[in-house]
């Protein structure tokens, strides 16, 4: 079979054979490989001891990365490989690492102790595929399924719950039948794993190609961690302009959209205040007064308890806080928007309002008519270079001082207030203009 391997890792694989160990490629690379993938990262397993590994490569830089677990990590070019000891793991008693390893001289030994069978599988040019676990018909059949019983994989780490579902997201693979199964009954096995790690494994699976399938799927194993969205699960909007309860509205907007992560999690945090904002008018038509400003409310609590960094933070706030605001294809208006907002982030809320829009599931949506309009003009306004903030305005303090404004308090209020003179179009961006204006109104003489 074909394998394509990097020279500087099929340099270490042959150096290791040259010392009469066995070394392999393991794990994530293999796979990718198999998938016809360009692989981030390269691991290597070895019959070799770490000290043994460490005297073998001494003319290279060699990092103790994991010593206690039988891995350092050889820089080889500008290629960092990982390399682990053969090795069997002990208990984990906090649910998250092995309180010890014991190091094997089985290969197979060492595939046993990995997670799913897609990961479980090894390669070196002399012996070839090694596959112990049929890892490579599960990518064929684009399943993933844990190494052996689901209940003790998920128990010896909770995290491999969010695993197989980013997996299956980012692949586009489902989960096996019992691996499926244990992942919801063992879900409260999340609550041990530090909200860095599910923050991360949670946007992986958010920004996958199956996305969708999977938050539809197993709702409660991400509501272990984001309860919040519960209350949206088949909450029946009664609206005609909606197709689908709030979870599925949810779930459409962020298929809809491109897979970055700011957009997929706004998508995800949008609507989440809906139901605590629900009322039916006479004729049972629901509403959701305010809901924009009790979803951000919701979205900054579950940003900050996964620990979030503060701009993705305030850019998915500013999106969730403004989602419902009318974008039309109007120069007047879009100027006002840019101020409040800025044009990159008014960009990210022109593709948020089109991916909610489609997200309501019915015929025809005129807004999105509308919408499509947008950025034609949008980027007239850029290319013209209209004022849409107080450094594009043709005046600035200095030049109403020696107007005759005062300094202080009244500088920055006269020059706020012909800021929107300009943005209401009721005046040029002219200094000439903008000078006699307040002359005209007596502001200045």
Known sequence: MHFPIP????DILNRFAENGYEAYAVGGCVRDVLLGRVPNDWDVTTSAHPEETMRIFADRRVLKTGLKHGTVTILSGN??????TFRVDGAYSDGRHPDFVSFTGKLEEDLARRDFTVNAMAYRPQTGLVDCFGGREDLNRKIIRCVGDPDKRYKEDGLRI??????????GFSLEKNTAESAVRNRGLIDRIASERV????VKLLCGKSAAENLRNYREVIAQFIPEIRPAFDFDQKNPHHRYDVWEHTIHSIETVEPEPVLRLTMFLHDLG?????TQSADGVGHFYGHPKKSAELAKQILKRLRFDKKTENTVLTLVSNHDLPLLPQERSLRKRLNVLGEQNLRLLLKVEEADAKGKGTDKDTYLESLAEVPSVLQR????????????????GEDLIKAGIPEGKAVGKTLQYLLNVVLDGKCANSKQELLMLLQKEGRIH
């Open 381 to 396: 306004i850029i290319e013209q270079r209209q004022c849409f903030q107080l450094k594009d305005l043709a005046v600035n």
């Open 79 to 84: 290629l960092p490989v990982e390399v682990t």
């Open 274 to 278: 809906k139901p605590m904002c629900f």
């Open 7 to 10: 020279q500087e890792v099929e």
């Open 199 to 202: 923050r991360v494994e949670f």
């Open 162 to 171: 969010l695993r197989a579902l980013r997996f299956a997201s980012t692949l």
